[in-house]
């Protein structure tokens, strides 16, 4: 059966720190992987999405960025981080034409 | 452009009445399209989906939804509302398309009223 891992669950990181989130998949091969966050009353955003290793497309401009290097890992980044960077970060993944499967989610608060 | 519209951020229904949660869609590929709900602190459930077989998509607990293409809609009903059933539902729509992305829209909040 297919998995999703994502950590840490948890983050706490000063203002104009590096950031890296990891997801990972198992279990399936060539899916498509997203990146969203979660902010209350802004449902979930699309922030990246991947339809291949190296494919990545941005649905909106901001200071993290997306990256994957192998078939089923997804990594989140930002060179310096914000306060508007915090919210809760969900990983997910999906073959067409089924739903997307979700992560435990990222818990990021920057001080 | 490529989007979903939840039209009520937040519904009141008296438990044992009908439940209706409203989504629309825009876009000219064809959709795959998914109810998911969130309760409190927890994380993202599939109710159901429809990936262009029958219209009328029977889900868990007893949701169902259909897909009104002239409509481009994907309402979400429950015959009888349990208090079971408060928590965020988000509708969430897929295009078919090189893109291939999961777009959702921004929730609504169900409450259920004793």
């Known amino acids: 059966s297919q998995t999703i891992h994502q950590w840490p669950a948890t983050l706490v990181q000063p203002v104009g720190s590096p950031l890296s989130l990891e997801c990972t998949v198992e279990?399936?091969?060539?899916?498509?992987l997203y990146w969203y966050r979660q902010a209350a009353g802004r449902g979930l955003q699309l922030l990246f999405y991947?339809?291949?290793?190296?494919?990545i497309s941005s649905e909106v401009p901001q200071n993290l960025s997306a990256s994957r290097p192998q078939d089923r890992q997804f990594i989140l980044s930002s060179k310096k981080l914000l306060l508007s960077d915090s919210g809760f970060y969900l990983c997910?993944?999906?073959?067409?034409?089924?739903?997307?499967?979700f992560g435990q989610g990222t818990r990021l608060t920057v001080v | 452009a490529q989007s979903v519209t939840q039209l009520d951020s937040h519904v009141s229904v008296s438990e044992g009445t009908p439940v209706l949660l409203r989504c629309n869609y825009s876009?000219?590929?064809?959709?795959?399209l998914f109810w998911y709900v969130q309760h409190p602190n927890k994380g993202l459930q599939l109710l159901l989906k429809?990936?262009?077989?029958?219209?009328l998509v029977k889900g868990i607990n007893g949701f169902e939804a259909e897909f009104k293409k002239s409509e481009t809609s994907f309402h979400l009903t429950k015959p009888s509302a349990h208090m079971s059933d408060a928590a965020e539902y988000f509708c969430?729509?897929?295009?078919?398309?090189?893109?291939?992305?999961?777009?959702f829209g921004k929730g609504t909040r169900l409450h259920i009223l004793p």
């Open positions: 997910a993944w999906s073959v067409w034409p089924s739903e997307a499967f």
């Open positions: 429809y990936t262009s077989a029958a219209t």
């Open positions: 969430a729509v897929r295009f078919m398309n090189r893109d291939d992305k999961i777009i």
């Open positions: 991947s339809v291949g290793i190296g494919q």
């Open positions: 279990g399936t091969s060539n899916p498509n």
């Open positions: 876009s000219s590929y064809s959709p795959s």
